[in-house]
């Protein structure tokens, strides 16, 4: 029996909001790092496409590394395809209202 894939995209959303950014505590959905999500069912594979803040970015194997390992924890997923594009390219427009909110906590100006 298939699973549907809304449900298992609704999961993995969910699981890449638990993937924070090893330099800010912010998760990496907040952060508006993840441009993408597509589940395929029949292969049972995620395909994302990601950017990050900078291109040197010196977190970027990790945090692939962490998107990667939390998705395959999914019952419904084998592999995980992240693609890193820089079109669209990372504004802080693209931080979510949770994300802000945390980061002043922090003392991080957004």
Not at 37 to 63: H, K, N, Q, V, W
Not at 92 to 102: F, Q, V
Request: aromatic letters at 6%; one cysteine or more; a negative charge.
């Amino acid at each position: 029996m298939s699973v549907p894939s809304d449900s298992v995209e609704a999961r993995l959303w969910d699981a890449l909001r638990g993937v924070e950014d090893p330099e800010i505590p912010v998760s990496v959905v907040g952060m508006g790092l993840i441009v993408s999500l597509a589940y395929r069912a029949s292969e049972r594979t995620a395909d994302l496409e990601i950017t990050f803040t900078a291109m040197g970015c010196p977190a970027m194997e990790f945090i692939e590394e962490d998107i990667r390992s939390a998705l395959l924890a999914d019952p419904d997923v084998e592999a995980v395809n992240i693609e890193v594009v820089w079109d669209p390219v990372w504004t802080k427009d693209r931080i979510r209202a949770e994300a802000r909110s945390r980061m002043r906590e922090l003392g991080i100006a957004v």
